[in-house]
């Protein structure tokens, strides 16, 4: 035999099940909160640019399409360049920084848009004035290797980072975190309620009897309150009470 739940059912297991749904709903968003708030680092962000452009000189306007085209070649060599150990290097030396090469080169991203000769560096890091200064740091000291070491001088630093005075975390978003915790939490509070309500096999109705046990249902005995049956029990006794004096007063 097919087992089938109705939507009065489901409904009537989420109102059972209302307080446990609420309190993992809250518990999940208290502790996305505590965590969110006091446990995660807000992390700041600085971006530097540079433009890959070799000098003018006088050119066909058919080779200075060819250099144009070379200078985006060499954008894709540059972006592995910048973030190369010699740079990360020095630019941890003369900052003073104690990360690592590996973790220096993890919070540096370096890309640009496609066709274009201006390259974007971006810095992450849990204090925002030093996420300005590694990136320009870097720009710098990368601008400064290629041209004494490669002989060349198309790298110029077109935008300098700067911090202002209300740079806000990019992250973590921690309105959004709660807000997630919430959902988490009422899909998990949801489920858990109806786990419960499957491996819960005491008979509840005599709905049970029948799906259960597969037993007739021969007769149902009602529930009568305590407190009706007292009141029942009163207007009896009040009903041979008048009809005692009538039979007196005759």
Partial sequence: MEETISLKELLETLKKRFLLIVSI???????????????????????????????????????????????LQLINTYNALITSKRILNIVSEDLDLNYTYEQLK?????????????????VQDPDAKLAAQIANKTVEVFKKEIDNNMNVDNVNIWYKADVSENTSPIKPNRLLNVAIAMVVGLMAGIGLAFLLEYFNS?????????????????GVIAT???????????????????????????
């Fill in 25 to 71: 709903t809250v518990i999940a968003a208290i502790i996305s909160g505590v965590v969110s708030y006091y446990f995660l680092p807000s992390i700041y962000q600085a971006s530097a640019q540079f433009l890959v452009n070799q000098k003018k000189n006088e050119q066909s306007l058919y080779n200075n399409s060819n250099e144009i085209q070379t200078n």
């Fill in 106 to 122: 993890g919070k540096i991203t370096v890309g640009s848009e496609k066709d274009s000769q201006l390259v974007n560096l971006t």
């Fill in 202 to 218: 005491t008979i509840k109705n005599e709905q049970d009897v029948d799906k259960i046990l597969g037993l007739p249902i021969l």
């Fill in 224 to 250: 009568i309150d305590d407190q009706k049956m007292e009141e029942a029990a009163a207007r009896r006794a009040g009903r041979k009470s008048s009809g005692r004096g009538e039979d007196i007063g005759a």
